[in-house]
Protein backbone atom coordinates (compact mmCIF):
# COMPACT_ATOMS: atom_id res chain seq x y z
CA UNK A 1 0.00 0.00 0.00
CA UNK A 2 0.91 3.63 -0.43
CA UNK A 3 -0.13 6.65 1.61
CA UNK A 4 -0.12 9.99 0.17
CA UNK A 5 -0.19 13.23 1.87
CA UNK A 6 -0.89 16.69 0.14
CA UNK A 7 0.14 20.17 0.96
CA UNK A 8 0.29 23.68 0.01
CA UNK A 9 -3.46 24.39 -1.43
CA UNK A 10 -4.64 27.73 -0.17
CA UNK A 11 -6.66 30.70 -1.42
CA UNK A 12 -4.84 33.31 -4.25
CA UNK A 13 -6.22 35.60 -6.55
CA UNK A 14 -6.71 34.98 -9.65
CA UNK A 15 -3.14 35.60 -11.65
CA UNK A 16 -1.15 34.25 -8.63
CA UNK A 17 1.11 31.00 -7.99
CA UNK A 18 0.80 28.34 -5.93
CA UNK A 19 2.72 24.83 -5.49
CA UNK A 20 1.20 21.85 -4.23
CA UNK A 21 3.32 19.06 -2.83
CA UNK A 22 2.69 15.54 -2.61
CA UNK A 23 4.74 13.15 -0.48
CA UNK A 24 4.19 9.54 -1.14
CA UNK A 25 5.03 6.59 1.80
CA UNK A 26 4.86 3.07 1.97
CA UNK A 27 5.21 0.06 -1.19
CA UNK A 28 6.86 3.66 -3.04
CA UNK A 29 8.91 0.80 -4.75
CA UNK A 30 5.58 0.00 -6.49
CA UNK A 31 4.90 3.14 -7.94
CA UNK A 32 5.55 3.51 -11.99
CA UNK A 33 3.94 6.98 -12.10
CA UNK A 34 2.40 9.61 -9.96
CA UNK A 35 -0.41 12.57 -10.56
CA UNK A 36 -2.68 15.11 -9.57
CA UNK A 37 -6.50 15.21 -9.82
CA UNK A 38 -9.22 18.09 -9.82
CA UNK A 39 -12.92 17.97 -8.84
CA UNK A 40 -14.82 20.64 -9.17
CA UNK A 41 -18.17 21.23 -7.39
CA UNK A 42 -20.31 19.57 -9.37
CA UNK A 43 -18.25 18.08 -11.59
CA UNK A 44 -16.61 14.84 -12.11
CA UNK A 45 -12.52 14.85 -10.75
CA UNK A 46 -10.77 14.82 -13.82
CA UNK A 47 -6.97 14.97 -14.66
CA UNK A 48 -4.50 17.21 -14.53
CA UNK A 49 -1.33 16.36 -14.71
CA UNK A 50 0.87 13.07 -14.48
CA UNK A 51 4.64 11.94 -14.60
CA UNK A 52 5.81 9.26 -15.14
CA UNK A 53 8.98 6.90 -13.33
CA UNK A 54 10.90 7.97 -16.35
CA UNK A 55 9.97 12.06 -16.50
CA UNK A 56 7.68 11.93 -18.73
CA UNK A 57 4.76 14.50 -18.23
CA UNK A 58 1.04 14.63 -19.90
CA UNK A 59 -1.22 17.34 -19.16
CA UNK A 60 -5.08 18.44 -19.48
CA UNK A 61 -4.87 21.32 -21.95
CA UNK A 62 -6.31 24.25 -19.84
CA UNK A 63 -3.17 24.11 -17.74
CA UNK A 64 -0.88 23.46 -20.15
CA UNK A 65 1.61 26.63 -20.36
CA UNK A 66 0.42 27.56 -16.61
CA UNK A 67 0.95 24.00 -14.39
CA UNK A 68 4.27 22.31 -14.14
CA UNK A 69 4.04 18.61 -13.12
CA UNK A 70 7.92 17.08 -11.19
CA UNK A 71 9.05 14.54 -8.85
CA UNK A 72 11.76 14.17 -6.69
CA UNK A 73 12.32 10.26 -6.58
CA UNK A 74 14.62 10.44 -3.49
CA UNK A 75 11.87 12.42 -1.28
CA UNK A 76 9.02 10.55 -3.28
CA UNK A 77 7.60 13.00 -3.57
CA UNK A 78 5.58 15.31 -6.62
CA UNK A 79 4.79 18.37 -7.19
CA UNK A 80 2.36 21.06 -9.08
CA UNK A 81 3.90 24.25 -9.45
CA UNK A 82 0.28 26.39 -10.72
CA UNK A 83 1.03 29.55 -12.49
CA UNK A 84 -1.73 32.33 -14.09
CA UNK A 85 -3.91 30.43 -12.03
CA UNK A 86 -7.74 31.41 -12.72
CA UNK A 87 -11.17 31.56 -11.05
CA UNK A 88 -12.07 27.97 -12.70
CA UNK A 89 -8.72 26.27 -11.12
CA UNK A 90 -10.88 26.67 -7.81
CA UNK A 91 -11.21 23.17 -6.63
CA UNK A 92 -9.85 20.38 -4.74
CA UNK A 93 -7.08 18.81 -5.96
CA UNK A 94 -6.00 15.50 -5.04
CA UNK A 95 -2.50 13.49 -5.24
CA UNK A 96 -2.62 9.96 -7.44
CA UNK A 97 0.02 7.33 -7.47
CA UNK A 98 -0.20 4.54 -9.88
CA UNK A 99 1.08 0.62 -8.75
CA UNK A 100 2.93 -1.77 -10.36
CA UNK A 101 2.02 -2.27 -14.25
CA UNK A 102 1.55 0.90 -16.39
CA UNK A 103 -1.76 -0.02 -17.43
CA UNK A 104 -3.11 -0.08 -13.81
CA UNK A 105 -5.25 3.01 -13.12
CA UNK A 106 -4.35 5.33 -10.80
CA UNK A 107 -5.69 3.75 -7.75
CA UNK A 108 -4.37 5.41 -4.37
CA UNK A 109 -5.09 8.58 -3.46
CA UNK A 110 -4.83 11.57 -1.39
CA UNK A 111 -7.20 13.08 1.12
CA UNK A 112 -6.88 16.64 -1.44
CA UNK A 113 -5.88 20.14 -0.55
CA UNK A 114 -8.56 23.14 -1.76
CA UNK A 115 -7.42 25.18 -4.09
CA UNK A 116 -9.29 28.56 -4.27
CA UNK A 117 -9.43 31.25 -6.58
CA UNK A 118 -10.72 34.33 -6.62
CA UNK A 119 -11.60 37.30 -8.90
Known amino acids: QVQLVESGGGLVQAGGSLRLSCAASGSTFSINAMGWYRQAPGKQRELVAT???????NYEDSVKGRFTISRDNAKNTVYLQMNGLKTVDTAVYYC?????????????WGQGTQVTVSS
Open 96 to 108: AARLGKTDNPFGS
Open 51 to 57: IANGGST
